[in-house]
């Protein structure tokens, strides 16, 4: 009788067991069942552990040698715990590189120094109001930044004085996505948001079209690369929203601690135009 390798990996047998027949079955459990075992391996199969009805996946079949029978891809699929398969290693691979740069990043953005921060801060609002973009848009997404961000909140207020239609992002609980709403007043429009520390316009200000048109979208982002790839939070709203303004001119504001030689970028990821930070403006390269 086989010891059970793993005890949390029993499961509700899908069919009753079947011994496999002797021509089947290594007359040795060891390196010698190799070459067999990795053909089982790449099935979709249970090894049933002898005796105790446990379960343990295909691929752990190097480590033991049981009783085995394949398991329909439908059968499998109807489990509840999500298939991993669909899940390429680059997929995996790209998700665990955007958490380390995300973390990263944030935690070089919370040990700015204030007067370096502040500093900084003036620097990339000034460029932004002597860009090209900046001075032809009319109507503008913006967002309020959170404490750890480059501060719009100036911007915000300079784009009201010079008759700008400002609109801002408001987040639909419980869904990954936002709406924008149009601003006049900062102090009436605006309540606290979703995430501790961000403000949001009230659900009653006046909404934006499903596809009104932005002369100019800054947007937010945590880690950026210079083909103008970022990555944000991870909820994926902005890049739902950017794929109905095309025609907008996207552009970011980053500090440059926040560029990074790579970002992992899936098919759907739209890169923003440009990067302005303190240091200058970088025009990305996958525009």
Same mark, same amino acid.
């Given at each position: 009788?086989?010891?059970?390798?793993?005890?949390?990996?029993?499961?509700?047998?899908?069919?009753?067991?079947?011994?496999?027949?002797?021509?089947?079955?290594?007359?040795?459990?060891?390196?010698?069942?190799?070459?067999?075992?990795?053909?089982?391996?790449?099935?979709?199969?249970?090894?049933?552990?002898?005796?105790?009805?446990?379960?343990?996946?295909?691929?752990?079949?190097?480590?033991?040698?049981?009783?085995?029978?394949?398991?329909?891809?439908?059968?499998?699929?109807?489990?509840?715990?999500?298939? *991993? @398969? $669909?899940?390429?290693?680059?997929?995996?691979? #790209?998700?665990? !590189?955007?958490?380390?740069?995300?973390?990263?990043? &944030? =935690?070089?953005?919370?040990?700015?120094?204030?007067?370096?921060?502040?500093?900084?801060?003036?620097?990339?609002?000034?460029?932004?109001?002597?860009?090209?973009?900046?001075?032809?848009?009319?109507?503008?997404?913006?967002?309020?930044?959170?404490?750890?961000?480059?501060?719009?909140?100036?911007?915000?207020?300079?784009?009201?004085?010079?008759?700008?239609?400002?609109?801002?992002?408001?987040?639909?609980?419980?869904?990954?996505?936002?709406?924008?709403?149009?601003?006049?007043?900062? *102090? @009436? $429009?605006?309540?606290?948001?979703?995430?501790? #520390?961000?403000? !949001?316009?009230?659900?009653?200000?006046?909404?934006? &079209? =499903?596809?009104?048109?932005?002369?100019?979208?800054?947007?937010?982002?945590?880690?950026?690369?210079?083909?103008?790839?970022?990555?944000?939070?991870?909820?994926?709203?902005?890049?739902?929203?950017?794929?109905?303004?095309?025609?907008?001119?996207?552009?970011?504001?980053?500090?440059?601690?926040?560029?990074?030689?790579?970002?992992?970028?899936?098919?759907?990821?739209?890169?923003?135009?440009?990067?302005?930070?303190?240091?200058?403006?970088?025009?990305?390269?996958?525009?």
């Amino acid at each position: 009788m086989l010891a059970r390798l793993f005890c949390g990996l029993r499961a509700r047998r899908p069919y009753p067991l079947r011994r496999l027949s002797p021509e089947h079955r290594s007359p040795v459990r060891g390196a010698s069942d190799s070459v067999e075992l990795f053909k089982l391996a790449n099935r979709d199969c249970a090894l049933e552990d002898v005796g105790t009805g446990g379960a343990i996946p295909g691929a752990m079949l190097g480590l033991t040698v049981g009783l085995a029978r394949p398991i329909p891809q439908a059968a499998a699929r109807d489990r509840s715990t999500p298939d *991993r @398969r $669909d899940e390429t290693m680059s997929d995996v691979t #790209g998700k665990r !590189e955007k958490s380390r740069l995300r973390e990263g990043i &944030r =935690a070089a953005r919370r040990a700015i120094e204030p007067d370096l921060r502040d500093a900084w801060n003036g620097q990339i609002r000034e460029a932004l109001l002597k860009t090209e973009p900046w001075r032809r848009a009319r109507n503008v997404l913006a967002y309020c930044s959170m404490p750890e961000e480059v501060a719009t909140w100036n911007i915000l207020h300079f784009a009201l004085q010079e008759t700008k239609r400002l609109a801002l992002p408001r987040c639909i609980p419980g869904e990954s996505r936002f709406e924008a709403h149009w601003i006049t007043d900062p *102090r @009436r $429009d605006l309540i606290p948001g979703v995430l501790p #520390g961000l403000m !949001e316009p009230r659900e009653n200000a006046p909404a934006c &079209r =499903a596809a009104e048109p932005f002369d100019l979208i800054i947007v937010p982002g945590i880690a950026f690369d210079r083909r103008g790839y970022r990555i944000g939070f991870g909820a994926g709203m902005y890049d739902r929203f950017l794929v109905s303004h095309l025609d907008s001119r996207r552009l970011a504001l980053a500090y440059s601690l926040q560029i990074v030689d790579h970002v992992p970028a899936d098919p759907h990821d739209l890169p923003v135009h440009a990067i302005l930070t303190e240091e200058g403006m970088i025009e990305a390269a996958a525009r």
